[in-house]
């Protein structure tokens, strides 16, 4: 067992930039999962100060000058925040408090419909009909718990969410300005050689980069899209509704399937099986066709050619990790996961050599 281990050492972590890049991200995963919760905002800032750096070394290289485009590009993100904050999120928690508020009478018709399915299909018993709503009525106890559990939780924690409000749009302009110093301070404690690291950045920020991009172009145009076109068609809750598709693109193949219910239920419970149920069900089709064919080749130029169960795994485990956050990046962090693997220098292993030495035939 301790040959083995050495042998594995050896192999895997006798290179010094080897050891060192797995030390770093020991130490930074430890950092993440201890306090991340204390630094969210350091870490959210991080991530919006990296994509707005992209625009920023756009106009640089048009011509502008690094704080010129800094102040710009910062404005136009103080004005989508501002926008997002007083006018998108009062919206949609109106629509929500409307939902709640409607909730019975839309579970009562809800009862009703399926208190007429032994009617229309025999082999559906009352029995398990009765079963089904109360396993709904036991599952809207503990939504209607959670809602005031989260409420009074959330007056507990309003002094923190204004700081938070408050540090988030700083963090963001000091990273933006100051990333060329912020970046030579790291490098003084990393080693002269770090040819991995560079590497291994490199191929990180050419993958992951386009993905957070891309993934956040496609949310704002699907859930812009989705909510668009349900105010047009007339179905109640659009905008959350189009919010709630819009995010399910972050979980590929659940969050679609997921998030095809509530949209479903809601049709059908405003308008029955009519034309207008089946108009939102052809658009909201349509819409998740034009995702995944035109949309999605459009934005992500570089794949990320991770396995399907790969995904699912990096999912459910980032996700019980870090929440909504872990599963936004989760695809990221299996990306990175597999980068580091590829770029993993390795020893070959001695054994082999050892036993083709021996069977080598000796001279004289």
Known sequence: MIASLKQWYRRYLSDSQAAFLAGLLVVGFAVVILMGDLLLPVFASIVIAYLLDDVVE???????????????VYLAFLALLVFVLFGLVPLLSAQVSQLV?????????GQEALMRLPQHYPFITERQVEDIMQAIGTEVGHFGRAVLATSLSSLTGIVTMIVYVVLFPLL???FLKDKHAILAWFGRFLPARRGLMQRVWREMDRQIGNYVRGKIWEIVIVG?????AFLFLGLNYAILLGALVGLSVIVPYVGATVVTVPVLAIGYLQWGWGSEFVAVAVVYG???ALDAVVLVPLLFSEAVNLHPIAIIVAILIF???WGFWGVFFAIPLATLVQVILNAWPRTPAAAPRRRAARARPSRG
């Not at 756009?58 to 710009?72: I, P």
């Not at 508020?101 to 018709?109: A, C, H, N, S, T």
């Not at 812009?224 to 668009?228: I, K, L, N, R, T």
């Open 58 to 72: 756009r106009m640089q290289a048009a011509g502008s000058r690094h704080l010129t485009a800094v102040v710009l």
């Open 172 to 174: 963001v302009f000091f």
């Open 101 to 109: 508020q409607e909730l019975p009478r839309l579970i009562g018709r």
């Open 319 to 321: 996700g019980g990790w």
């Open 224 to 228: 812009g899209v989705s909510s668009a």
């Open 286 to 288: 349509v819409i998740q």
